[in-house]
């Protein structure tokens, strides 16, 4: 049996009593390390689950997808990760390729920031589709998530952000070269995406959002310091909300006033966030 294992969030004890007892009996368990991250190392997760974890990053699942399934015919595999498992195509294409060997699948859900994120007080079936924001370069700008969030805000739906991480990645020359050299780790914070959206925008000029748009951005939801900050784009892009991961919420002019209550507890400057609400969104529910 293969089973997908949801960690939920932030550390090693938000694994499910469930998850917990399968990963304790498995024959070999593995933890995805590229969608996501946890807030405490392997290290920690194997002294709490008694057991070795093997690592599998991006390349042993993507090409080595055999090598993690072998023999689980016969006895148990767990894959572990972060959030909840079908929260990344990819395990998605890990569970086909199971299917096609004649491997029984189970699923062990957890808390995902999909569901977590209704912690900012915004309600959850106020949102419309989840887009994701990469790092840009200087000769990379991609920007189809622009066409997203118009079609949310179009009918006054919040817009869920996911931010990049880069997790054992090659630079373009090393990966030209066929060199097997890594770049440090790196996480898109708040700030950044604030700031790279407005960037669209000027460019787009399509007036989906700007520097007076109201947003939330979120860093480590679901652990003890986790941290919420609501304001405009342009207080946003120079907010410091620590170490990773973050998220940010686009608000729809759908927002209940219950809504705006709860996350104007932790705006950046509440007159700020009054001025704006009055202008631009009170009455355009």
Not at 60 to 77: F, N, P, Q, R, T
Not at 138 to 152: A, L
Not at 163 to 178: F, H, M, P, Y
Not at 213 to 236: D, F, K, P, T, Y
């Amino acid at each position: 049996m293969l089973y997908l294992v949801g960690l939920g969030l932030a550390d090693e004890t938000d694994i499910t009593v469930k998850g917990l007892a399968i990963v304790k009996q498995a024959a070999r368990v593995y933890l995805e390390a590229y969608t996501s991250i946890l807030l405490v190392d392997k290290e920690r997760l194997e002294s709490y689950y008694g057991r070795p974890v093997v690592l599998a990053d991006r390349e042993m699942v993507e090409s080595a997808s055999d090598d993690i399934l072998a023999g689980a015919d016969k006895s148990d595999v767990a894959f572990l990760v972060v959030g909840d498992p079908f929260g990344a195509t990819t395990h998605t294409d890990l569970v086909l390729r199971a299917w096609e060997l004649g491997i029984p699948v189970r699923n062990i859900p957890n808390a995902s920031i999909m569901s977590a994120i209704g912690s900012t007080g915004l309600q959850l079936y106020n949102f419309g589709q989840t887009v994701s924001m990469v790092f840009f370069t200087e000769s990379w700008k991609p920007s189809s998530f622009y066409d997203r969030i118009k079609e949310n805000r179009d009918v006054g739906l919040h817009t869920l952000v996911l931010l990049d991480i880069k997790v054992k990645e090659q630079s373009l020359e090393n990966l030209a070269r066929g060199r097997k050299i890594y770049e440090p780790p790196r996480y898109m914070t708040v700030a950044q995406c604030a700031s790279q959206m407005l960037e669209i925008e000027d460019d787009r000029a399509g007036g989906v959002y700007g520097r007076d748009s109201l947003a939330v951005g979120v860093a480590r939801i679901g652990a003890e310091n986790q941290s919420m900050a609501a304001g405009s784009l342009q207080q946003l892009a120079k907010v410091d909300m620590g170490s990773p991961l973050h998220s940010l919420v686009l608000l729809g002019r759908r927002t209940h006033d219950m809504e705006r209550d709860f996350i104007r507890e932790f705006a950046i400057a509440v007159d700020v966030f009054d001025q704006i609400w009055k202008r631009d969104y009170e009455g355009k529910q």
